[in-house]
């Protein structure tokens, strides 16, 4: 078997056509809050990140510590919409990327 529990599931010959499931069938809500609390979480950890930074420069320096925080976070969630997405979820290249 390449699946934990396919046998199961190919004992019975109305399931065997639905092996592997369908990705829409892997969904689940304690998943997708997961996620969303995950990346709230990243997004709290911006700004308490900046003013970390902040307090170990000189203090005309901390507005421009604070910014660079703020934009690095804005350019890293460009990247991930226009290259991170596709590489993690795209067609599957090697097993190594995608999905």
């Not at 950890?45 to 420069?57: E, H, K, S």
């Not at 979820?89 to 995608?98: H, L, N």
Request: with cysteine; glycine share 12%.
């Amino acid at each position: 078997p390449r699946y934990v529990g396919e046998e199961k599931f190919l004992e019975n010959s109305t399931m065997a056509n639905t092996w592997p499931p369908n990705d829409c069938d892997l969904i689940s809500a304690g998943d997708t809050a997961w996620i969303l609390v995950s990346c709230a979480l990243v997004l709290l950890m911006t700004p308490g990140l900046a003013f970390f930074y902040g307090g170990l420069v000189h203090r005309t320096s901390v507005l421009t510590i604070i910014m660079q925080c703020f934009i690095s976070m804005g350019v890293t969630s460009i990247v991930w919409v226009v290259i991170g997405f596709s590489l993690a979820f795209g067609e599957d290249a090697g097993g190594v990327i995608g999905s």
